[in-house]
């Protein structure tokens, strides 16, 4: 990290899923909020681009960390805006079914990356729609995550009613079910 500071280098995070380091994400530090006395670094970094590991090598020679060769997909960014409005309006509903307020402002340009890390996706799922290269795919995946996920917790709370008729579970959380 310290060199990517000093030098305004990127750097990449390979996704490596089921047994698998096939895909990653460049990145670029937009803010080191905090440096322990370790050395370690609590930072802030900005997706740049979706990239394919062509080859790996774990460690580099006198280096703590590992580089590879990689190949940049070029990805589609251009966001239906009818489909970014349905994902809004689906996550507002998610939002409000677990109590959290929704971080999305309805004004802000968004992408399917901007909503895929706050709405509940599994690893497995973020890596999948990693994969995907159009943005019309990654929005179509999105709202069926959230229009299915959505039910689910409607069914959660209803159990979470149900259950505390019978004086049992009262401080129930559902994030915790």
């Known amino acids: 990290m310290s060199e990517c500071i000093a030098d305004g280098k990127t750097f ?20 080191v909020v905090k440096i322990y006395d370790d050395g370690r670094m609590d930072i802030s970094i ?5 990239f394919v590991v062509v080859g790996f090598r ?20 251009a966001a239906d805006e009818e489909k970014v409005a349905c994902i809004l309006d ?6 409000m079914k677990i109590g959290i307020t929704n971080p999305f402002q309805k004004t802000k340009n968004h992408n399917s990356y901007s909503f895929a890390h706050k709405i509940g996706l599994s690893i ?16 179509d995946f999105i709202i069926a995550h959230l229009m299915d996920t ?3 917790l409607q069914e959660i709370e209803r159990t979470k ?3 505390a008729m019978n004086g ?10």
């Open 12 to 31: 990449g995070i390979p996704a490596y899923v089921n047994n698998k380091l096939e895909l990653g994400t460049e990145v670029e530090i937009i803010d």
């Open 46 to 50: 900005l997706g740049l681009a979706v």
């Open 58 to 77: 774990n460690p580099v020679q006198d280096k703590l960390y590992s580089s590879g060769s990689v190949r940049i997909k070029i990805i589609d960014l």
């Open 90 to 95: 689906l996550v507002d509903r998610f939002y």
């Open 124 to 139: 497995n799922e973020e890596y999948q729609m990693l994969g995907m290269m159009e943005e019309s795919q990654r929005l």
């Open 150 to 152: 959505t039910p689910q």
């Open 161 to 163: 009613k149900k259950i």
């Open 168 to 177: 049992h579970f009262k401080k129930f959380d559902a994030l915790y079910f």
